[in-house]
């Protein structure tokens, strides 16, 4: 079984609970556990800005922003909220670094050296009023056990500059050569410290398990325009014989790191932004040996991507798939879905979908299906979520969250649903979960935030988290809905950044409140033995 698979499978099992799977599977089989769950305070701005897991341990984990530890709702915090299988509250806390703290990702940790657990969460800390750092907007990583008690925190990036982690993911390969090895972080986001004024360069880190830098690069295009990342992964497998870069030299490392985002700086992009693919060697930041390479998928308008999966399941294991935004081909942005081999220059297929008209639709979150998980999602298969504004008429009011399936290798569209109420809800970020443990039954988890006074009453905002089954039933507040979908065959332009490390880290104090918000919007329970998931603190 290959890296990515194990991965998966420690994700879904627990030596602990394996005497359970025989007896419980077949009675569970037929039954279904869907809910949706609001959380945050009472009067402040919360969302789910983040990524969105099942945890090892039992139940869920989601992370986001939360104002409503400030009584003016003036500042914000770190929100982390993990609750038990069938949605209810496990234990949620805010945390602060700076004075404006965001949080934009999180994994489970299985690799710790330290031989503690728990997760990784980065985003963005405003270091301003805070003596320890300098001031300015940093990347942070902060590093909890499974009880949410902080281990550490780190911040990355220069005085009088901005910079933004968008995605974190756990590194399983590394080489002694380059002081690099499996448990390292690998951070994707943006700075400001050596782009033109009011523009970005991509920014990828990497540090030890410990949180100590090892190494960093700004990624730049030739012409000082606005550059960023929003996406990253580390790859888990070797290319497949007929691709190129499937016999690298000696002692190169195959364990690359692709990020994905948006460029407006090189020459083919007319002056639009154009969705951008970068992949580097996982040791050192550098593009070297192919299949590392840079890309651009450019249209007449703006495109980026938001999300990066490298796909495992044959055949199209080792391609790559993105989801983001496209505006070429629509008075306003679409989602738009992007398929490459191993080298993201080599196309495989594209796919828009949304209304094809005057309201935006954007997707933020792509994933693979690991195994068969359902009828109509069968290994290989792709799950995005983001938002949709369906025309009038058939969706529930202003942008809801979704949930779509598709094919991979055409990315044509199987199913879709809908989420939300009155007026605007977004999904974030989705995961397959797969009923392989007791207390789980398969579908899909998203997180996102709820702006509908329908769902949550007065509160401007809150984080939203649900839960479908296998037919992307909530139980409640979702319908079936058919996008328009059309193939925009976006032009290939492959070139180069350039480079430039930063080196700047800091360690500030991170300090941690409880906090007791939920809100049940439905909740449908099937036979289902319940499972608590630990550490329950409220």
Known sequence: MDERLQRTARKLLRPVWFALVVLMLGAAGASAQRFQYDYGGPACRESGRGGVLRASTGGYLTVGESFSVNAACQSSDIYVVRTNNDGTRAWTRTYSIGTYDSALDVEEVFNSCT??????????????????CPASRDVFLLRIDDCGNVLWANTYGAANSDEIGWNVDEAISGSPN???????????????????PGTRDGYIIR??????????NTYASPFGRDDYFYGVTETR???????????????SNTFDIVACGGSNGFCCGGGSYDAWVVRVDGNTGAIGFAPQNSSLYVGSRDEDLRSVEELQVAPYNANLAFTGTTSSNSPNREVYVLQTLADPCGFVADRAFGDLGGNADEGYWIREVPIDLCA?????????????????GAGFGAADAFVHLCS???????????????????????????????????????SGFTQSPSLIGPDPQQLYLIKTDCGLASGCNSQNYTPVEWQPNLQRCCQLPNLRP???????????????????????FDGVIFCPAPCQTC
Not at 122 to 130: A, L
Not at 421 to 437: E, L, M
Request: aromatic share 8%; glycine share 14%; charged share 10%.
């Open 178 to 196: 380059f002081h690099t090895s499996r448990g390292d972080f690998i951070v994707a986001g943006s700075t400001t410290l050596n782009a033109a």
């Open 502 to 524: 930063i080196g700047l880290q800091c360690s500030p104090s991170a300090s941690s409140l409880r906090q007791c918000w939920q809100h049940l919007l439905c909740y449908l």
């Open 408 to 446: 991979p290798g055409t990315l044509a569209g199987i199913t879709t649903t809908i989420y939300g109420g009155d007026r605007d809800d977004w999904g974030w970020s989705v995961a397959p979960v797969i009923q392989n443990v007791p207390c789980y039954t398969s579908g899909y988890i998203v």
């Open 115 to 132: 031989g503690i657990n728990g997760f990784i969460i980065t985003g963005v800390t405003d270091n301003r009023g805070q003596p320890a």
């Open 207 to 216: 540090t030890d398990c410990n949180g100590n830098l090892i190494w960093d």
């Open 376 to 392: 109509d999602a069968p290994a290989g298969t792709l799950v995005l979520t983001g938002y949709l504004n369906p025309i009038p």
């Open 237 to 251: 497998q070797g290319v497949p014989p007929g691709q190129p870069g499937s016999n690298p030299p000696a002692g």
